[in-house]
């Protein structure tokens, strides 16, 4: 994998600087905590909606005390455990990593718990929320985030009615009395929280408090409010979400479904910026699909479930085709007869915290196979995986010096990259030109990458271009490129005798043949995470060859064997 540009700098949180001041005041603290002390409220006047179906398995695991969340599986029993410090749920274990401590934080999986329908998971509910009301009486930053306050809050919301029925008044008083805590907190601190898609999960549960519980219709305001401002910021004219993650993608236009039907429900008009969003979106989501129902990994994606993607797209109400061109956020995406081609030709998102280094990489699937693929995303917690995953070498497009194209961070950040991006379509006799170029290598060789595809009308034949151009003559960086194409696992890799080509064979048996003129071509082990949570061994065919003084050129393509 390819190395970062410079050394990573040291800072970076995770909690993206809401660990702040509110009024000069720490978040920990208890004289804040005192500015957080109001009336009581003492019922529902709404139950917001949750679009997403429960999962039965993980709510019998979280019966027995097993917390399993982003692929790892923590058992707690109700006595001390070793390297947990505590009795009962293991709220503040970290070492699984930041993606499973967010989601059992998150008490999105109350929904699970549901989904079994007896007293047993209700009691479990109930007990797992007072347990964390026992353990959280200081503000404490991590679980504190705006962005997590805000998906618990609408998770305890949403499942109000499964907590409450035949609850005691003991219960009762506590769960609004949490409630109203985080809500006010919300209050304060939705606008500090990190930009992107946790912004709009803060908004979220500020929203659905205010609309939830009695004399809430300040927060209703402030939260509609903010989210008039954010969403045009955040969804682009092309209905493209700013930072560029199919999933993220995804994950936002769920949550805005749930705002939508929330505001029905209370009889409450839809901002208009709330509808537009919706719109644009949905081609997007479809753009982002391949045959396989799942979507193209960039920036920090996974596949995910087909069955999720459907339901999100039917929610929407939105009968828009998938979109091929999306030039403010970057994407192209050609469909040639059976061939899908999923092409990234715009800058890092400067947003969020899932930018890759993925500038000009492609995917392609024919039907429902996926044949070239970028290397996925990782969401355990090894942060050097992570990190790799996140890397130009990762993804299918060109590497110089085995150098990113921007600048990584650990904290999921970039710096130096990509400013000048320029891309075009053509479309003739439907055969489609796409061409793109991007400076991300200026700054440190002095080149600019250009890439140029054509895809026939049958989708049967692919050809690229990849150019290197001397924008710089001061710099006359730059020894060796390697072009990557990315394989996935199920897709079988052989070196032709001559050594000038490679014969590519998914399951269906239809073969392809990927040859090159201007570098070696070659055959290296490759690594495949689909769903973010496991590894697969895979493959990559590798173009490789000195950068010339003042221009490099290598022409592939990858042609379809016709089946005898």
């Known amino acids: 994998m390819a190395r970062g540009r410079r050394k990573n700098p040291a800072g970076g949180s995770l909690i993206g600087g809401v660990v702040g001041k509110v009024k000069g005041l720490g978040y920990a603290s208890t004289a804040y905590r005192m500015t957080l002390t109001g009336k009581t409220p003492d019922r529902l006047l709404l139950q917001p909606s949750d679009i997403l179906p429960g999962d039965a398995g993980r709510g019998g695991a979280l019966l027995e ?65 007072l347990h964390w009301l026992d353990l959280h009486t200081s503000i404490d930053p991590l679980p504190w985030r705006p962005d997590l306050v805000g998906r618990r809050v609408s998770a305890w919301l949403a499942h109000g009615d499964f907590l409450l029925k035949d609850s005691d008044s003991s219960f009762s008083k506590r769960f609004f009395q949490g409630l109203a805590l985080q809500a006010r907190h919300l209050s304060r601190t939705a606008r500090t929280g990190e930009d992107g898609v946790e912004r709009i999960l803060a908004l979220k549960g500020l929203l659905y408090a205010g609309l939830s519980l009695p004399d809430g219709e300040r927060r209703t305001l402030q939260a509609l409010k903010m989210l008039a401002a954010e969403l045009p910021r955040q969804v682009w004219s092309d209905g493209g979400h700013f930072e560029r993650s199919p999933s993220a993608h995804l994950s936002l236009l769920r949550h805005l479904i749930d705002i939508r039907g929330s505001l029905s429900a209370a009889s409450q008009p839809v901002p208009k910026e709330l509808n537009n969003a919706i ?13 396989d129902g799942g979507l193209a990994l960039f920036n920090d994606s996974v596949e995910n479930e087909a069955w999720l993607i459907d339901l999100v797209l039917a929610q929407c109400g939105t009968k828009g085709r998938a979109l091929d061109n999306a030039p403010h956020v970057g994407f192209r995406r050609v469909q040639s007869g059976r061939s899908l081609l999923i092409a990234d030709m715009g800058a890092p998102a400067q947003s969020g915290r899932r930018a890759h280094a993925g500038t000009l990489s492609f995917e392609l699937s024919a039907g429902k196979e996926r044949l070239i693929v970028n290397c996925g995303a990782w969401r355990g917690n090894n942060m050097g995986w992570r990190k790799a995953l996140r890397a130009t070498a990762a993804h299918s497009t060109l590497t110089i010096n085995d150098t990113n194209s921007c600048e990584l961070f650990d904290d999921g950040s970039i710096g130096t990259g990509p400013v000048q991006c320029e891309s075009s379509r053509e479309d003739q006799e439907g055969a489609t030109w796409l061409e793109a170029s991007h400076d991300g290598y200026r700054e440190p060789f002095g080149l600019i990458h250009h890439r140029r595809l054509y895809i026939a009308p049958d989708g049967n034949n692919l050809r690229g271009e990849d150019r290197l ?15 990557r194409f990315h394989l996935h696992p199920d897709v079988k890799a052989s070196l032709v005798q001559d050594g000038g080509s490679v014969l590519l064979r998914p399951p269906s048996g239809s073969g392809w043949q990927l040859r090159a003129d201007g570098g070696a071509i070659g055959l290296n082990e490759s690594v495949y995470s689909g769903d973010g949570l496991n590894r697969r061994r895979s493959e990559q065919v590798i173009i490789t060859g000195p950068v010339e003084a003042e221009e490099t050129l290598v022409k592939w393509a990858l042609l379809r064997i016709p089946k005898n």
């Open 65 to 129: 005390n097993r917390y399993s969340f982003a692929g790892q599986e923590i058992t707690a029993p109700d006595g001390p455990r070793p390297g947990i410090n505590q009795n009962g749920p293991p709220w503040r274990y970290m070492d699984a990593g930041d993606v499973w401590f967010r989601e059992l934080q998150s008490f999105e999986w109350l929904r699970d718990l549901r989904t079994l329908a007896t007293q047993a998971s209700r009691a479990r509910a109930r007990k797992l929320l």
């Open 469 to 483: 151009s001397r924008a710089d003559q001061s710099n006359g960086g730059g020894r060796s490129f390697t072009i």
């Open 279 to 291: 719109d644009r979106m949905a081609p997007m989501l479809r753009a982002y699909r391949h045959g």
